[in-house]
T-cell receptor, first 111, second 117 residues
Framework: GENVEQHPSTLSVQEGDSAVIKCTYS??????FPWYKQELGKGPQLIID???NVGEKKDQRIAVTLNKTAKHFSLHITETQPEDSAVYFC??????????WGAGTKLIIKP | NAGVTQTPKFQVLKTGQSMTLQCAQD?????MSWYRQDPGMGLRLIHY???????DQGEVPNGYNVSRSTTEDFPLRLLSAAPSQTSVYFC????????????????FGQGTRLTVV
């Protein structure tokens, strides 16, 4: 089955700098890769997703890149702001039609 | 809009007790699922449903039962609680499956923090 590894587990960046979170997956049949943001005491919320027929997708300060050959995808946040502080999860859809989630990255924005 | 509503928000159980975690959505979504979230392990799928009357097992189904009698409700039952079931439980719904080439956004409830002593 699918296995998703996410790095780093904690990321601390200065406000205004960029943050990059990376995930690798094992199932070459996976074709949908969402990123979710979880704020304290809340459920995860989708922030961006990418499908296997696309290499990059942007939405304002957030972008996701996908390298199917290397089986990894990354979340890029530019011009970080205090409200970006949260836990971020990547996920990949496996061949059993289930989402397999990474372990999460706690992003800390330092003022 | 209420979205996905989970009750209760917090619960403490004694080993061996049973209980039902409630989940309701008002978005007319066909797909609903239950996850558990443990530190350092992300979310793991317990059970899911692709429509009323249809349920299936996820990655970690042992010790849990589900039913889907209506589109709106998807309760999760713990049959005989064990300390290993101490976790935060999330219910989610989506218009269709949240993965695959037609994957769509999953909407999550606020979670139920369960402690089994």
């Amino acid at each position: 089955g699918e296995n998703v590894e996410q790095h780093p587990s904690t990321l601390s960046v200065q406000e205004g700098d960029s943050a990059v979170i990376k995930c690798t997956y094992s199932d070459s049949a996976s074709n949908y890769f969402p990123w979710y943001k979880q704020e304290l005491g809340k459920g995860p919320q989708l922030i961006i997703d990418i499908r296997s027929n696309v290499g990059e997708k942007k939405d304002q300060r957030i972008a996701v890149t996908l390298n199917k050959t290397a089986k990894h995808f990354s979340l890029h946040i530019t011009e970080t702001q205090p409200e970006d502080s949260a836990v971020y999860f990547c996920a990949a859809g496996d061949s059993n039609y289930q989402l397999i989630w990474g372990a999460g990255t706690k992003l800390i924005i330092k003022p | 809009n209420a979205g996905v509503t989970q009750t209760p928000k917090f619960q403490v159980l004694k080993t061996g007790q049973s209980m039902t975690l409630q989940c309701a959505q008002d978005m007319n979504h066909e797909y609903m699922s239950w996850y558990r979230q443990d530190p350092g392990m992300g979310l793991r799928l317990i059970h899911y449903s692709v429509g009323a009357g249809i349920t299936d097992q996820g990655e970690v189904p042992n010790g849990y039962n589900v039913s889907r009698s209506t589109t709106e409700d998807f309760p999760l039952r713990l049959l005989s609680a064990a300390p290993s079931q101490t976790s935060v439980y999330f219910c989610a719904s989506s218009y269709r499956t949240p993965q695959g080439p037609r994957g769509t956004e999953a909407f999550f409830g606020q979670g139920t923090r369960l402690t089994v002593v």
